[in-house]
């Protein structure tokens, strides 16, 4: 498990670096700007005002993530395509698409098929400021395929082979169904503790604490921004 839940990671990872740039472009801008431009989310006090109190950023953090959303996506929200077609930039040696689908869903917790500013926002509150039990509840998720409380053997291969595809051919020139399937095996090994074939949300939540490396990887987030 823990060499598949670090690529996850480090994909996450690299996705936060990206929007912690986006922020810190924007947060230089605002150095030049003026006020008119540095309250443009004002027109939406009370969802700021919410946002505030559900999310573990500040209003004036909230300000600048809102202007760089703005910046990326104009029109407020984030469709599949779209953000297939930004997280892809971040592999261009493998095919990102199943991968992007799969966090995608995790993203849009409301499966409106979109991604708003307040889903956005959730997420990366949980992945750079959340408690390690919020982090591991969020990434049982994105592995958590079809939702139904249940990490399977199915789903854990459809998301190793989507990490594969992502790297790469040249960072896995030979990768078999074998290799695969060692991976999977793995995971359910240490992640399965009642052995019934399928891990719970407490059984992966449990085993990710017993594991230092997974443990350091989620800290990771919290040095992004
Ligand atoms: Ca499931
Ligand atoms: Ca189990």
Redesign the pocket.
């Known amino acids: 498990m823990s060499s598949c839940a670090k690529r996850c990671k480090h994909g996450l990872v690299k996705f936060a670096r990206s929007v912690s740039r986006l922020v810190t472009g924007t947060l230089i801008k605002d150095r030049v700007c003026d006020d008119l431009e540095l309250s443009v989310v004002c027109h939406r006090p009370e969802a700021l005002d919410l946002l505030e109190a559900q999310s573990n950023f500040n209003r004036k953090e909230l300000q600048v993530l809102y202007r760089g959303f703005k910046n990326e996506c104009p029109s407020g929200v984030v469709n599949e395509e779209t953000f297939k077609q930004i997280y892809s930039q971040f592999f261009p040696h493998g095919d990102a698409s199943t991968y992007a689908h799969y966090l995608f869903n995790a993203f849009d917790s409301s499966q409106s098929g979109s991604i708003k500013f307040e889903d956005f926002v959730t997420a990366l509150s949980i992945l750079l400021r959340g408690t390690t039990t919020e982090k591991l509840q969020w990434t049982f998720n994105l592995y958590d395929i079809n939702k139904d409380g249940y990490i399977n053997k199915e789903e854990m291969t459809d998301i190793v082979k989507a990490i594969y595809d992502m790297m790469g051919r040249f960072t896995y020139p030979a990768m078999k169904t074998d290799t695969t399937r060692q991976h999977v095996d793995a995971f359910f090994q240490k992640m ?5 074939g ?3 949300l407490d ?1 992966f939540i449990l085993s990710c604490q017993e594991d230092e490396n997974i443990m350091r990887s989620l800290q990771l987030f919290e040095n992004v921004i």
């Not at 399965?192 to 019934?196: M, P, V």
């Open positions: 399965d503790k009642n052995r019934d399928v891990v719970t059984e």
